[in-house]
């Protein structure tokens, strides 16, 4: 079972213990109090993905300011929420749409790109590609 899947289990479990220890410790008030932090919590998860993505929707897909800055910053695990806010870009999509592994590229000015592929939405490999002279000069 991937880490995802996993996810989708512990975090209503633990949702469920922080209320459960709540209502034993403080009854009504302490269930409210809990709530009120599991909305926050959600809360700023939500905001924090309407600002990654808002300030991709301004950029073109697949675009990058530096491939090889990039490559530097990437790190196995990352979320592609992540890399999308260090792109500030959505990517150009490689793979088929709900393939696994989903593959995006990013590209920047001089040809040079990374390829990233997700699995469950975590980056688990990503190649840097530097054009060669010798194709800039043909171009």
């Not at 920047?108 to 010798?134: M, N």
């Amino acid at each position: 079972m991937g880490r995802m899947n996993l996810s989708k289990i512990f975090i209503p479990l633990g949702v469920v213990a922080l209320m459960a220890a709540a209502w034993f410790q403080y009854q009504w008030p302490g269930v409210a109090m809990a709530g009120g932090a599991v909305v926050m919590w959600m809360l700023l998860h939500f905001t924090r993905m309407v600002t990654v993505l808002s300030r991709a929707a301004n950029r073109p897909v697949g675009h990058v300011a530096s491939a090889v800055m990039l490559n530097a910053k990437l790190k196995k695990g990352h979320a592609l929420m992540h890399v999308i806010a260090l792109t500030r870009a959505l990517g150009q999509r490689l793979s088929q749409p709900d393939a696994q592994p989903e593959v995006f590229r990013w590209t920047d000015e001089g040809q040079s790109h990374v390829t990233c592929h997700f699995a469950d939405g975590k980056l688990v490999k990503w190649a840097l590609l530097r054009p060669t002279e010798e194709s800039q000069e043909a171009s």
